[in-house]
């Protein structure tokens, strides 16, 4: 073997090595890599009980419900469309919040199993489009819903 | 097979005389990329159905977000052709790679931070993409501090070349960092394999961008090479000799 050969063998070996070494302490890390839970992760008791933790979801439609002008609280549901879980949430919201939008929470669960938020992150999805487009894909849906 | 034709360019001499021609050209397709890339991304292009005007910073940050990866791609290819067949040249482009990969990561964080508080409600958060992109700016730092750090460049060079090999492990890590964990960031807008979910009115800027990214990198990239290889070979005659030219047609 050459030493030129030898050198690269030796460089291909470590990299390798690496990789695999990274590759397994990530999965040991799987859950902690993991930046929010889903509805159905906290449905089945995954999510950690008593301390914050962040809950992921789309905002389900109709679900919003604002409160009056002396209770500031947002109440709405998210879903991973499996299962729902109510949020409270008093504060600002993000420009990009709407219903049918995904968001991020953070809070913890109270003793009725409502996600009560500290803060409330709009989560974009990578789709870009003119408004023209957007209104026209709606309209679509819309009358293929009107069609029996 | 037989490799030594390509001696000849990868020796310094010869590769400081090609690349001379090669650096306007280079230069005015960047100027030229960026105009068309600039205009039609930040006016032209239509506005987002949802973020409005804000969704045009992707055009500085998507392309400064690819280029972080890329630069780091070629400092490691140049950094295993440096160990393995102690070329000269590839040390210098590997070195040459890392304070241009660090600003492409710079901009890609910065310009990601201000899109993200308007859009998220947040400058930053611990997400897997966003902290693997940082692991990146700190792995292009080590190999910047490695290349200073020992007073024999070639021994720095080493060093340098070893870091940003077994820092390619990050880079699968940050493209797919979307798909393997739930992150804020959302996932990719344009791949390979499949339609791209942006509208083509709004994609033909952001490729336009891209380009010119390319085109720039390329172009520092051979302007710090060249100033590299007159320094590394300060000494060789033929360097001395384009010093006399200079000096003579002053």
């Known amino acids: 073997m050459t030493p030129r050969r030898k050198r690269m063998w030796i460089i291909a070996l470590c990299v390798l090595g690496v990789g695999i070494a990274v590759a397994l302490i990530l999965t040991a890390f799987n859950q902690n890599l993991m930046y929010f839970y889903s509805p159905s992760e906290v449905a089945r008791g995954e999510a950690p009980g008593n301390r914050a933790f962040r809950l992921g979801g789309m905002v ?55 996600f009560v938020a500290s803060e409330v992150l ?17 309209d679509g849906q819309a009358s293929k819903a009107a069609q029996p | 097979m037989n490799f030594a034709f390509l001696h000849k360019y990868a020796s310094l001499m010869h590769f400081y005389r090609l690349s001379h021609t090669l650096t306007p050209w280079l230069a005015a397709a960047t100027l030229a990329l960026f105009a068309w890339g600039l205009v039609g991304g930040l006016l032209l292009a239509p506005t987002d159905y949802q973020q409005g005007d804000s969704f045009r ?21 140049a950094g295993g052709v440096a160990l393995i067949w102690k070329l000269k040249l590839a040390e210098i482009v590997s070195r040459a790679c890392a304070p241009l990969g660090a600003s492409f990561t710079f901009l890609a964080l910065v310009t990601g931070s201000i899109w993200g508080k308007p859009m998220w409600g947040t400058w930053w958060v611990w997400d897997a993409r966003l902290t693997s992109e940082l692991i990146l700016l700190f792995l292009y730092l ?69 380009s010119a990214f390319q085109c720039y990198f390329a172009w520092s990239l051979l302007v710090r090479v060249r100033s590299e290889i007159l320094d590394y070979d300060r000494n060789a005659s033929w360097v001395r000799e384009l010093g006399r030219a200079q000096e003579a047609g002053r």
């Open chain 1, 60 to 114: 389900v439609k109709g679900s919003v419900e604002r409160g009056d002008a002396k209770d500031l609280t947002v109440r709405f549901k998210v879903t991973d469309f499996a299962q729902e879980r109510a949020i409270a949430y008093r504060g600002i919201l993000p420009d990009l919040f709407r219903e049918g939008q995904g968001i991020v929470a953070i809070g913890q669960l109270d003793a009725q199993g409502v």
């Open chain 1, 122 to 138: 709009a989560k974009h999805d990578e789709k870009y489009m003119p408004p023209e487009v957007a209104q026209a894909l709606k």
């Open chain 2, 57 to 77: 910073i992707m055009y500085v940050h998507v392309p400064a977000a690819w280029m972080s990866m890329f630069v780091y791609v070629t400092m490691a290819v």
């Open chain 2, 142 to 210: 080590g190999v910047i501090a490695l290349h200073g750090a020992l007073d024999d460049r070639r021994a720095g060079a080493r060093a340098g070349a070893v870091l940003a090999l077994i820092g390619v492990v990050n880079i699968p890590i940050i493209h797919f960092s979307v798909e393997w964990w739930s992150t804020l960031h959302q996932g990719a807008t344009v791949s390979k394999f499949s339609k791209p979910s942006i509208h083509i009115d709004m994609l033909i800027p952001l490729l336009v961008m891209i």
